[in-house]
């Protein structure tokens, strides 16, 4: 197997082979495998490295100070009446285009690229971040960095395509740093991540890292007060857990990760797929 294999798509296969080793799903991969992929494998860090990228800078997060600064100061609005299913591509591209080039708040002066969301307007999954990161920025999609790489690998080890389900950030456009939005930012910007889901209307939300759960929830708490039970957020059930970023920065914890998605299939009726 490994002969007939480009280097990239190696790198992407031991991505996810180190993925579903940190989750112990192992079992799942009854085929021989190829002894040079499992040698590299066993000679690698737990950390992922599927991008051969260097290490990211530590930068404080959500998961490094669980609860954000300061309380967010704004109120959600009125759940929007249902977008019948044909028409949510186009209801989430209107919201889009009331968007514009925004300038509604500080975080346009730094940006490249507005990141407003991807994927399946009638998706039964959503996924809601913090912010874009630099990758973000430069593409203008959420989650394609490193972070959207174990993203990827999430999705797929709940059964899912990644084009399956919704994601979006709170905020639209890359704060400095990727430090963790102001109140102000988060409140300018979350009221279109309110309508997104309106549209979309997920059966499930999962929140990732604890600046999406506050400003879902509307109210600040750990991420350990949060995680392990279902809450309900404009008439959609959601599941918290950590952020994708934070899983890179320690692996030991994707195990607890994994735990929460289990959560989020169970609701929606889903089984991890077969790899024997």
């Given amino acids: 197997m490994g002969q007939s294999l ?4 190696r790198e992407a296969l031991l991505g996810r082979v180190r993925f579903y080793r940190d989750l112990g799903l192992t079992e799942f991969y009854r085929r021989p495998v190829d002894p040079a992929l499992a040698a590299r494998l066993a000679s690698t860090p737990d950390e992922p490295q599927s991008l051969g990228a260097p290490s990211l800078p530590h930068v404080l997060s959500q998961e490094d ?13 009125a759940i929007a009446d249902a977008v019948p299913e044909a028409d949510r591509a186009a209801a989430l591209q209107l919201i889009r285009d009331e968007m514009g080039d925004c300038t509604r708040c500080p975080l346009h002066s730094g940006r490249n690229k507005l990141v407003f969301g991807d994927g399946s307007a009638s998706a039964r999954l959503m996924f809601v971040g ?22 990827n690998n999430m ?37 279109f991540l309110f309508r997104q889901i309106d549209v979309v ?3 499930v939300l999962v929140a990732l890292g604890a600046t999406a759960a506050t400003y879902l929830l509307g109210h600040r708490q ?7 039970r279902v809450h309900s957020v404009r008439g959609t059930k959601l599941i918290v857990t950590y952020h994708p970023a934070y899983l890179l920065r320690d692996p030991r914890q994707k195990k607890e990760a994994w735990a929460d998605l289990q959560i989020a299939m ?10 024997g």
Avoid: H, W
Avoid at 182 to 190: D, I, L, N, V
Avoid at 266 to 275: F, Q
């Fill in 6 to 9: 480009d280097p990239a798509t």
């Fill in 65 to 77: 100070q669980p609860i954000p600064p300061r309380k967010p100061s704004f109120s959600s609005p």
């Fill in 130 to 151: 913090e912010g874009p990161g630099a990758d973000e920025d430069a593409q203008g999609l959420p989650f394609v960095g490193r972070a959207g790489q174990l993203l």
């Fill in 155 to 191: 999705i797929a080890a709940m059964g899912l395509k990644r084009e399956e389900v919704y994601i979006a950030n709170v905020v639209k456009c890359r704060p400095p740093g990727n430090r963790v939005p102001e109140p102000e930012e988060g409140a300018t910007c979350s009221p």
């Fill in 201 to 203: 209307r997920p059966e």
């Fill in 222 to 228: 750990p991420l350990a007060g949060l995680r392990g």
């Fill in 266 to 275: 169970r609701e929606l009726g889903l089984k991890p797929p077969s790899r």
